[in-house]
């Protein structure tokens, strides 16, 4: 891309290895009927995903000795291509682990009370650093919706969703809708 102009002159395709390590993890399964729910209100899953996951590794040290940079999640790209399964998940960011989310397994319930108190009981419309923002994101905290990420953090409690917005139609959602159906495993 030219610097003065923005032009894009050339497109060429980068591949990486993958980054891979054995660790562990706190993660919870979400089911497709729990996407459909969210994309007939308009309401992103995958950002709600995200939030959530921000969320718990935001309340997760008053609970557990750690630093937040002790701690990982998948941060979903606004560019991504990669099918990825329906859940949001917390890990060990020292490859082997070192015992952080297997003590957060025992204090899962706990966590996430905590992590959509956070969320609900934040003034901000759709997200802030208070809430879930979160300093380290490796995609900018691009992806992200409060409002799915309540629905997300009461369904994993077992909590009723009655009263979550249905948010008005805009020409955007309804395509990241249709689109994310195929980023899903
Ligand atoms: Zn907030
Ligand atoms: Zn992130």
Redesign the pocket.
Known sequence: MWKRTGEVFEFCELTLPPLEFTTYALWTDLSLELKRWLDARRLDFLGGC?GAA?AVMAVLPLFIMCDRVDLG?E?PSPLQHRARPLRFIVYDQQPGGVGICAAAFTIARTLYRAALQLVEDCACEDGCPSCIH?LH???F?YVLDKAATKAILRFALGMSLADLPVRPPTKHAAAASAASDSLLL
Do not use: K, S
């Open positions: 995200h921000h999640t941060c979160d994101c490796r995609e905290n």
